[in-house]
């Protein structure tokens, strides 16, 4: 049986071969992320039999690798760092370069035999894809509702008063207009009552005469144009991070149409399609766990673990990720 260690980096990798007494089969050999670089990796490896590729998962460079390796019909192991780096520490390895690193990887292979990682299936890569473009786009969402409020409070600090929440749809229409108190001034109560939101609301005349009398009497003081361009940008920040959320809460819910575990878990009352999405892009196939209390190893999981503040995770065990509680204000079903 041979093992073989690869140390992942962003643009050239390093392989080491050894056997299962550790002894070197191939000394540590860099080669690039590219055609011919996995060329000259597979030229390294020889014949699949009996062979056992082991790699740690670093960030996302690891993805391409490990696709092509389990195209050509390779095993390969998806290693958790932090069982690696322990391995270095208990084997007196202070010097930390490529070279060490594949070749400690390649024994750490030879003695513990991890098992083979399975590749998620496609659908199951599309979700986790698509759940992580959502999360982002839920912090930006955020990060733009935060900055909106610095903005009205310096220059309209009574409007939450009335529209209490700067993540809506209605505030966000209202700010686009009338970015401070002072764009209120002399503003026609039946114009702005008329203001439409969401397509089909408008604000109404008693929300308006609210609005128009406290910023009559406001106390901000700021309502230069670096403010007003700011909020009209967050503002329409705000409406295409809607629509793109609304958009990703459609593709999410189609991809689920095509996946049986998702359909399983949309059939359960009080789990919606994003939660369905969250815990498939976490815990990956239910049928795969080693045993009910236990869900297989995911990248996310490994990366996780990783940090310092998980150094006592179990090995390859996720996490509760806090995503799965994460509850959107941007009007977006959970």
């Given at each position: 049986?041979?093992?073989?260690?690869?140390?992942?980096?962003?643009?050239?990798?390093?392989?080491?071969?050894?056997?299962?007494?550790?002894?070197?089969?191939?000394?540590?050999?860099?080669f690039t992320e590219d055609a011919a670089g996995y060329g000259k990796l597979f030229e390294q490896l020889g014949a699949r039999a009996a062979l056992l590729v082991a790699m740690e998962a670093t960030g996302h460079y690891w993805k391409n690798l490990f696709a092509a390796l389990a195209a050509r019909g390779f095993s390969?192991?998806?290693?958790?760092?932090?069982?690696?780096?322990?391995?270095?520490?208990?084997d007196l390895q202070r010097t930390k370069t490529d070279a060490i690193d594949a070749l400690g990887i390649a024994r750490f292979a030879a003695q513990k035999r991890p098992p083979a990682t399975r590749l998620p299936d496609p659908a199951t890569e599309e979700l986790r894809e698509l759940v992580r473009l959502r999360e982002r786009l839920l912090q930006d969402f955020g990060d733009r509702v935060r900055q909106l409020h610095r903005l009205v409070d310096l220059g309209f600090p009574e409007f939450t008063r009335y529209v209490k929440g700067l993540d809506s749809e209605l505030a966000s229409a209202i700010l686009h207009d009338y970015p401070t108190a002072a764009a209120f001034r002399g503003v026609s109560a039946k114009r702005l009552a008329g203001l439409r939101y969401d397509g089909r609301h408008q604000v109404g005349a008693e929300l308006a005469g609210l609005l128009i009398e406290a910023a009559k009497h406001s106390v901000g003081h700021h309502h230069g144009e670096a403010y007003r361009v700011q909020v009209r940008y967050a503002c329409e920040d705000l409406d295409i991070l809607r629509r793109r959320l609304r958009q990703l809460n459609r593709d999410i819910e189609g991809t689920l149409g095509a996946h049986e575990v998702g359909m399983l878990l949309t059939s359960i009352?009080?789990?919606?399609?994003?939660?369905?999405?969250?815990?498939?892009?976490?815990?990956?196939?239910?049928?795969?766990?080693?045993?009910?209390?236990?869900?297989?190893?995911?990248?996310?999981?490994?990366?996780?673990?990783?940090?310092p503040a998980n150094a006592r995770t179990p090995a390859l065990q996720p996490r509760p990720s806090a995503t799965l509680a994460c509850v959107p204000r941007c009007g977006c079903p959970p």
């Open positions: 049986m041979r093992f073989a260690g690869v140390d992942i980096a962003s643009e050239t990798h390093v392989i080491a071969l050894v056997d299962e007494g550790g002894a070197v089969l191939v000394k540590p050999t860099a390969v192991a998806l290693l958790n760092p932090v069982r690696t780096h322990r391995f270095a520490e208990e009352e009080g789990i919606g399609p994003n939660t369905a999405a969250r815990l498939i892009a976490e815990l990956g196939n239910p049928a795969e766990f080693r045993t009910p209390a236990h869900s297989p190893p995911t990248s996310a999981s490994c990366q996780r673990s990783a940090s």
